[in-house]
């Protein structure tokens, strides 16, 4: 294999995209800085320039991660027509983004493997945090209460992912409608049932 040639720049972009290939295709088990060497097609020394260690770049692959579940929340509630449907479709991107990477959002969230909370990452995880405070204080009309309200959606949402991933839901239970049942309850309760 020969080594390839990258600008300055391009190669921590081009292992994150290894990593985040090796995850989706073989799980955490198999993520290392030489297989991401490797998957890139660089020397395997060459990832030390970028990465001290597999938990810096696990960092940058979660922090990647954070970037798409953010973009993909917004591709949701795009369509929405009040900021009501916008969370409620915020919900479902969330359900849909875990099952769709499933190692990538076990690792954003550090069920597999603790991340280094590196500056990239916590930036990261900010712009989803505000993202979701954003859009249940708009559907609120409150910002006083915003966090709180925030963290109880997050923790239904969160929840409901897991318990999917898990296959801890009984076969009998149609998750998707008993997720709009909970996210419909959760935007009830939290607006006083104003639609």
């Known amino acids: ?3 390839k040639t990258y600008h300055h720049g391009d190669l921590q972009t081009a292992l994150v995209r290894a990593g985040r290939a090796i995850l ?8 290392s800085l030489r297989a991401c060497a490797r998957e890139a097609g660089v020397s395997h020394a060459a990832p030390q320039h970028h990465f001290h260690n597999l938990a ?3 960092s940058a692959i979660a922090a990647s991660g954070f970037d798409d579940f953010v973009e993909a929340l917004e591709t949701g509630a795009s369509a929405a027509a009040s900021p009501r449907e916008a969370l409620i479709a915020m919900g479902q991107a969330y359900v849909r983004f875990s099952g769709r990477y499933p190692a990538l959002y076990r690792m954003m969230f550090g069920v597999e493997a603790p991340n280094v909370k590196t500056d990239g990452l916590m930036q990261a ?3 989803a945090w505000m993202q979701l405070h954003d859009a249940v204080s708009a559907m609120t009309g409150r910002t006083e209460t915003a966090a709180s309200d925030a963290m109880l959606v997050w923790s239904v949402v969160h929840g409901h992912a897991m318990l999917e991933a898990a296959h801890c839901i009984p076969g009998s239970v149609d ?10 309850a959760l935007t009830d309760g939290l607006t ?3 639609r």
């Open 56 to 58: 810096e770049l696990q």
């Open 175 to 184: 998750t998707r409608s008993q997720l709009v049942h909970a996210l419909n």
């Open 192 to 194: 006083g049932g104003k």
């Open 24 to 31: 989706a295709r073989e799980g955490l088990a198999a993520l």
């Open 125 to 127: 995880m900010d712009r």
């Open 1 to 3: 294999m020969t080594e």
